[in-house]
């Protein structure tokens, strides 16, 4: 499986971003995937999970309300939409799929393939 993300730039607090991530190797049918980010000097973080069939979805707290995960497994495409865009959002944006996207939700140590991560700045 290979994850390839883009979207990510520069943007002032209260805007908007969408991110993809694009899907190839073994197919989009067979994982979860999820979004997380770290930002300089912090842990990596939970962003947000959708599962194979795109029913579920998990969200981290710092992003509820905001942020919407979705997927196109006939375009094998995944997209997180970001609104209303903090400072506090600064950080590098990573795509990684897992078997399940409850664990990806748990931990980031449940994902077994990561893209090469895309940077997202939110400034004034």
């Known amino acids: 499986v290979q994850l390839v993300e883009s979207g990510g730039g520069f943007v002032q607090p209260g805007g908007s971003l969408r991110f993809s991530c694009e899907v190839t190797g073994s197919g989009l049918d067979v994982d979860a995937i999820g979004w997380f980010r770290q930002a300089p000097g912090r842990e990596r973080e939970f962003v947000a999970s959708?599962?194979?069939?795109?029913?579920?979805?998990y969200y981290g707290d710092s992003v509820k309300g905001r942020f919407t995960i979705s997927r196109d497994n006939v375009k094998t495409m995944v997209y997180l939409e970001m609104n209303m865009l903090k400072p506090e959002d600064t950080a590098v944006y990573y795509c990684?799929?897992?078997?399940?996207?409850?664990?990806?939700?748990?931990?980031?140590?449940?994902?077994?393939?990561w893209g090469q991560g895309t940077q997202v700045t939110v400034s004034s």
């Open positions: 959708v599962s194979r069939s795109g029913d579920s979805t």
């Open positions: 990684a799929a897992g078997n399940r996207a409850a664990e990806l939700a748990k931990h980031s140590d449940y994902a077994d393939y």
